[in-house]
């Protein structure tokens, strides 16, 4: 009696798939395969993505730096550059003593790493565009952070009932949200 229920055992770990469903799942990988190779054989509608987590990091650096230095007469702010040379970065990266008006100005840092800031071509080259909006005006020029990690950008500091916003535009639109308590997120 032993013997007989081992041997049914053993017909049951020799069955295999059946031919539906050994067709069903190749169809479904070929399928599959030819909707991801389009996809995937450009960079264009995710390089928006990557420069929103570049503009994140580099908002939260600097909001960062504001609420750790309180020093007056410095500037913890991402300039914004808009047209044909798009780019964002910080004016300068030298917060020594007596460097205060070099960190508000309205440049780029040459100088800056890459987590901080865009190069002049950069975006142009992967045909992005970059504009903002805080509710009042179009395109400010900077974002700078208060000691309390609030933003500022010289108009209405993102306090219009909406956030500022700041979209990176190529075949898709990213964008990144300041909130006016200061939180900086993806929207």
Excluded: K
């Amino acid at each position: 009696m032993q013997h007989g229920i081992s041997s049914r055992r053993g017909n049951r770990s020799q069955a295999g798939f059946s031919l539906v469903e050994l067709i069903t799942v190749v169809v479904l990988i070929g399928v599959l395969s030819v909707v991801a190779a389009t996809r995937f054989q450009t960079r264009q509608g995710y390089v928006e993505y990557a420069y929103q987590d570049r503009l994140i990091t580099a908002l939260r650096n600097m909001q960062t730096r504001a609420m750790q230095d309180t020093r007056s007469g410095f500037c913890f702010r991402i300039n914004l550059a808009y047209g044909a040379a798009s780019a964002y970065g910080p004016p300068s990266l030298d917060y020594s003593p007596g460097n205060g008006a070099a960190t508000c100005g309205n440049g780029i840092s040459a100088t800056a790493p890459a987590f901080l800031a865009t190069t002049a071509t950069e975006l142009t080259d992967e045909f992005l565009t970059l504009t903002s909006q805080d509710g009042n005006i179009t395109n400010f020029s900077y974002m700078a952070f208060d000691a309390l990690g609030r933003p500022i950008n010289g108009a209405a500091n993102c306090n219009t009932g909406n956030p500022c916003r700041i979209t990176l535009t190529g075949e898709s639109s990213a964008q990144v949200c300041v909130e006016s308590e200061g939180y900086v997120h993806a929207c």
